[in-house]
């Protein structure tokens, strides 16, 4: 891919990742994170939240695969940074969408590396902030 | 309320944790990744990495590890079942590969009071066999106060 071939506000593809709860237990076992707030709609319910959500490392992980399908090389993202903004709920019978769609957001050609801007949306909403993977091409 | 006092403290160096094929595989099938580069030692071999490379997020397997001696400190005083997690980075020098040999040092970099929360940022050096840094994983924790 030649740097001096893109340019800012390009899009570079979309995806959409469905979670159901068998996904939120294969990451728990995947990360070590075995908050249960991820699988217990009593234990959810009890700390206050309105059910079982997502790891917000879930969304992170899945989202920057869009860049990785783009780019595809998984070691050339050298700084990828999310803000977990809203939860994802996951129903225990049903499932939640993600979209994901990655843009280019900067271009270096100094240091040849390309920032790209992640939005992910599910139920209308923005789940990630400022997600933005920079990678050396 | 996190005690604002475990700010700037350094946590011991995690011990050894093996980067396994297996283990790089179910992260990568646990974050839909298809890459042919987290899952075929041929392909990740042709594109010069000595086996199979890591997702870009990995990283927080091991800093899942160092923050569970947080969690576990008294001091810090940190109520697991009301943390929510705020923002992560990631800054890499290098993919880890399966192979690797990782050790991680957390530092509490702040501890910040928003209302009845507390806001938490940890770095976590991950570092090689060689004592080389290879990621830095960033993570806030918010900690939700309790519902009066």
């Known amino acids: 891919m030649n740097i001096n ?7 570079i593809g979309s995806d959409t990742f469905s979670f159901t709860r068998d996904s939120l237990v294969k990451y728990a076992g995947a990360s070590g994170d075995f908050n249960p707030i991820h699988y217990r709609d009593d234990f959810a ?6 059910g079982v959500l997502a790891h917000g490392m879930l969304t992170m992980g899945v989202a920057v695969q869009v860049a990785v399908n783009w780019i595809g090389d998984s070691g050339k993202v050298i700084d990828y940074g999310v803000r977990f903004t809203k939860p994802v709920f996951v129903p225990a019978d049903g499932k939640a ?11 270096d050609l100094e240091s040849g590396t390309v920032r790209v801007d992640l939005s992910a949306i599910s139920s209308e909403v923005a789940v990630l902030g400022k997600a933005q993977a920079v990678i050396k091409l | 309320m996190v005690n604002p006092n475990v700010q700037g403290k350094k946590y011991p ?10 283990k790089i595989r179910e992260f990568a099938n646990a974050v839909f990744s298809t890459s042919p580069l987290n899952h075929d030692v041929a392909a990740a071999q042709a594109a010069g990495y000595s086996d199979i490379v890591a997702p870009p997020t990995f990283g927080v397997v091991i800093q899942e590890r160092s923050l569970h001696t947080v969690l576990a400190d008294p001091e810090a005083d940190i109520d697991f079942s009301r943390v929510v997690h705020g ?6 020098n290098r993919p880890i590969v399966a ?12 501890v910040k009071s928003l209302g009845a ?11 090689d066999a060689k004592k080389e840094l290879v990621c830095t994983a960033i993570s806030t924790l918010v900690v939700r106060g309790a519902e009066s």
Request: charge should be negative; avoid cysteine.
């Open chain 1, 45 to 50: 319910k009890s700390v206050g939240l309105d």
């Open chain 2, 13 to 22: 160096e995690t011990p050894t944790y093996l980067v396994g094929r297996e």
């Open chain 2, 87 to 92: 923002d992560q980075r990631f800054i890499s």
């Open chain 1, 5 to 11: 071939d893109l340019t800012v506000g390009q899009e």
């Open chain 1, 97 to 107: 969408e993600v979209v994901v769609t990655g843009k280019i957001g900067a271009i």
């Open chain 2, 99 to 110: 192979g690797d040999e990782l050790t991680s040092v957390l530092t509490v970099a702040s």
């Open chain 2, 117 to 127: 929360h507390s806001m938490v940022t940890f770095n976590t050096e991950i570092f």
